[in-house]
Every structure is written in C-alpha cells, then in structure tokens.
C-alpha cells in the first residue's frame, strides 16, 4: 500500500512541485516527468501531444492540456485511485522541457530569442525586461506578430506606462524597433544624437542637448533633411518647427 497524502496535497515532495510550477499551463509539444512516491513501475517521460493528451502506464491517454503540473498529479493521483491501481498515491509532474508557450523576442534588445511564458499572468513588459529591451525614454515602437501573422504596432511608452501592457501570448513575434533620432550641432551645451518623442519641435530639441551655449543664437537655427530622392537639403528652422528622424539641427553663433 501507498498511503500518503497526494490527493489531499499535503506530502512535501507534491507542495515542492507545486511551488516550482503551480501556475504554468501545460500545453502540446512540452514534455512532462511523472513519479509515483514509493513505486517505479509509473515512472514516465511523455511529451504532450497537440491535442493535449499523454499517454500513462495502465490509465491510457489523459487528457492533461491546459491544466498546471500540481493540477496533472492530482487528476492521475485520482485516476490510480479510481482504477484500483494504486491506494492515497502521491504523483509528482515536472515540466521537463518548455516547448508549448514561448515568445520571440528580436531588436534593440540585450539578448534576442525565445523566452518561456513559465507562468501566468506574464506581460509584455516582463518579457521585455527579461530580454533587456533597450528602450531609452520610451521612444520607439514595438511590433507585434501574432501566431495568425496578423501584426500590430504599439509605442515602447505607451506599453513601459502601462497604457498598453496587456498579457503576452504564446507564439508571438515580438520586434522592438530602435528609437528613431536627430542630431543637434553647433552652440548647444551637450551636441550630439537624442531620440525623438512624439510632437517634438527644434525648440525642445534645443532643451534635451542642454540649451544654448553662451554664444549661441535662437534665431540662427537650420535642418539638414534627406529627401525621398536621397538628396540633403538645408533650410532655415523655426522653433516651433516639428523634428523629424534622421534630421540634423545645427544652431549658429551670435555675431557678438
């Protein structure tokens, strides 16, 4: 006799599996270790076929898609004891190997490739922070392809404040684009390259490389653009002017 409290859930060996996995829903293609405390002879690594069954030693295929690891041990633990097979057993189901739920994640991230929904509840966000996503003051977008090849688009701040956080799903694509910047010149205190937020005019853009130097001039401002046809052009820029990517602003000296 196995007398134990399995189906009950108060063995440490059963609350040891719960608490590793308790909330990770087992899905097709992930592969499971079952144990029966005491006995050998239901030992098993199965994989998980697409329709969510394994098959078990002496109870057939179970239907276990769906369901966490603490939820499968207890609906075999009272399989076995419904069949007759086994008395209060005590089953322990591991997820071996991850494979139903995963994300993609590429771009301006610190470490691209497939991250694990290991546990519900998991947003884009979290999955962003796993993959180091580097997405300096919220600038950017992120592109979102779902397991139907439908794509979407969502600003980086929205998704960082919240606004447009929702639940990752598995199978998706997710590509996190770089900020589009600008550059900035001239007789400002900290030149160089800045990345563009939305409605962002040269007046502002001024503002984030530090302001005007003591030589500089509010009204001796320019951007050079790239036109459609590759050619640069150079006009005169107001401050209320709208940036736009890849612009190059360039602010003049004072005459005296």
Do not use: C, W
């Not at 009950?8 to 029966?36: F, K, W």
């Not at 002879?41 to 690891?69: H, K, R």
């Not at 550059?183 to 302001?211: D, H, S």
């Amino acid at each position: 006799m196995i007398t134990a409290a399995g189906i009950h859930g108060n063995m440490a060996v059963a609350q040891n599996a719960a608490a590793q996995e308790s909330v990770y829903q087992v899905g097709g293609g992930d592969v499971l270790n079952i144990s029966v405390y005491g006995t050998t002879a239901y030992n098993t690594v199965v994989q998980v076929a697409t329709d969510g069954q394994i098959p078990v030693p002496e109870l057939g295929n179970v239907q276990v898609g769906g369901l966490s690891p603490a939820q499968i041990s207890a609906k075999l633990a009272t399989n076995f004891q419904a069949a007759g097979i086994l008395v209060d057993p005590v089953v322990n189901v591991l997820v071996q190997e991850y494979r139903s739920r995963k994300v993609s994640v590429f771009g301006a991230v610190a470490r691209p490739g497939e991250y694990i929904l290991d546990r519900t509840g998991l947003k884009l966000t979290d999955v962003l922070a796993r993959s180091g996503a580097q997405l300096g003051r919220g600038s950017g977008v992120i592109q979102i392809t779902d397991a139907t090849g439908h794509r979407t688009e969502l600003s980086a701040l929205g998704v960082m404040t919240g606004e447009l956080d929702r639940l990752a799903q598995p199978d998706e694509i997710i590509m996190v684009a770089d900020a589009p910047t600008f550059f900035i010149l001239g007789e400002v205190k900290n030149p160089g390259a800045y990345p563009i937020e939305p409605g962002l005019t040269v007046e502002q853009a001024v503002a984030l490389a530090g302001g005007l130097t003591p030589r500089g001039a509010r009204n001796k401002l320019s951007v050079t653009r790239t036109g459609q046809d590759g050619d640069e052009v150079t006009t005169d820029a107001k401050r209320g002017d709208d940036v736009q990517p890849r612009d190059l602003i360039r602010v003049g000296a004072r005459i005296f």
